[in-house]
T-cell receptor, first 111, second 115 residues
Framework: TQLLEQSPQFLSIQEGENLTVYCNSSSVFSSLQWYRQEPGEGPVLLVTVVTGGEVKKLKRLTFQFGDARKDSSLHITAAQPGDTGLYLCAGAEYNTDKLIFGTGTRLQVFP | EAQVTQNPRYLITVTGKKLTVTCSQNMNHEYMSWYRQDPGLGLRQIYYSMNVEVTDKGDVPEGYKVSRKEKRNFPLILESPSPNQTSLYFC??????????????FGPGTRLTVT
């Protein structure tokens, strides 16, 4: 069974700080997705990265896919309370596109 | 509005009492899936369906059944629920066409407690 490890598991920071969340695996994926889940809701897709080394920006969020397509990172600049939530990465298997979800990073941003 | 709906949102039941959680999507997606989310274990796939009348086991299918008689609906059935099926359940759907990346649209979740 493929595994996607996310680190850190928990992150509690003050508004305005920067942070990086990591998503690592020993497996190679055809693409990697990032989702954010807020309490009482289902995960919502933020971005999909497809090419090794690809960088995508979504306002203050920067996503990068590793060159070897085994890992990814999410960097948030100047975090805000609205960024609070559970961040999940998900790798898509080759041929099947089945998603393997990471264990999640719970982020709390205090005003 | 494009969405995935699940019902009920909350359910408390007793061991052995059959239950069904409904899931419906209005986006004409071919692919539908059920996940359970447990602390420290992330999202694990229970069953999935590539299209009408086509279903297959995910990673944790034991104790669950599904059916896909219509494209929009994908109910999850627990014939004899047990306490280890207490969890947060999500239904999700996506397109399955060339160039699509199985980007999932999730329902709001069903919190199930089996006593």
């Amino acid at each position: 069974t493929q595994l996607l490890e996310q680190s850190p598991q928990f992150l509690s920071i003050q508004e305005g700080e920067n942070l990086t969340v990591y998503c690592n695996s020993s497996s190679v994926f055809s693409s990697l997705q990032w989702y954010r889940q807020e309490p009482g809701e289902g995960p919502v897709l933020l971005v999909t990265v497809v090419t090794g080394g690809e960088v995508k920006k979504l306002k203050r969020l920067t996503f990068q896919f590793g060159d070897a397509r085994k890992d990814s990172s999410l960097h948030i600049t100047a975090a805000q309370p609205g960024d609070t939530g559970l961040y999940l990465c998900a790798g898509a298997e080759y041929n099947t596109d089945k998603l393997i979800f990471g264990t999640g990073t719970r982020l709390q941003v205090f005003p | 509005e494009a969405q995935v709906t699940q019902n009920p949102r909350y359910l408390i039941t007793v061991t052995g009492k059959k239950l069904t959680v409904t899931c419906s999507q209005n986006m004409n997606h071919e692919y539908m899936s059920w996940y359970r989310q447990d602390p420290g274990l992330g999202l694990r796939q229970i069953y999935y369906s590539m299209n009408v009348e086509v279903t297959d086991k995910g990673d944790v299918p034991e104790g669950y059944k599904v059916s896909r008689k219509e494209k929009r609906n994908f109910p999850l059935i627990l014939e004899s629920p047990s306490p280890n099926q207490t969890s947060l359940y999500f239904c999700a759907s996506s397109f399955r066409r060339a160039g699509q990346r199985n980007e999932q649209y999730f329902g709001p979740g069903t919190r199930l407690t089996v006593t």
